[in-house]
């Protein structure tokens, strides 16, 4: 199990929080528990951090909802459940602490934005 992490706290208190891009429409939504630590879930928590369009299409997400290949092929039997989705495809994310994590969505929420040429 991985150490005490201060910028848990943080992330935990963005629970339930959804901030809009004014007047674009779009939207971050923030989505995070504490959970007893498991193997799947050494940090502790579950979360979900995400970018919807104004139509409520999720374009960037962060997560560790569900479990997600490595790799595909016979060799891509590894399962991660932290992952990231971006513009419709979905990746494993190696999860290191919260702090990482918020600086991660943040950078990918706003690439995409800049992207699809929303002002911000």
């Given at each position: 199990?991985?150490?005490h992490?201060?910028?848990?706290?943080?992330?935990?208190?963005l629970d339930?929080?959804?901030f809009t891009?004014?007047p674009?429409?779009?939207?971050v939504?923030?989505?995070?528990k504490k959970?007893?630590?498991?193997?799947?879930?050494?940090?502790?928590?579950?979360?979900?951090?995400?970018l919807?369009a104004?139509?409520?299409?999720?374009?960037?997400?962060?997560?560790?909802?569900?479990?997600?290949?490595?790799?595909?092929?016979?060799?891509g039997?590894r399962?991660?459940?932290d992952h990231?989705?971006?513009?419709?495809?979905?990746?494993?994310?190696?999860y290191s602490?919260?702090?990482?994590?918020?600086?991660?969505?943040?950078?990918?929420?706003?690439?995409?934005?800049?992207?699809?040429?929303?002002e911000?």
């Open positions: 199990m991985p150490g992490d201060p910028s848990l706290e943080v992330l935990l208190d339930g929080q959804e891009f004014e674009t429409g779009y939207s939504k923030f989505k995070v959970v007893p630590p498991t193997s799947e879930r050494p940090n502790g928590m579950s979360y979900s951090l995400t919807h104004p139509d409520g299409a999720r374009l960037v997400g962060f997560g560790n909802a569900h479990n997600v290949r490595a790799s595909r092929g016979p060799g039997t399962k991660e459940l990231r989705h971006r513009l419709g495809t979905m990746r494993p994310y190696r602490d919260a702090l990482q994590l918020l600086e991660d969505f943040w950078r990918e929420v706003y690439a995409v934005l800049d992207e699809l040429g929303v911000r």
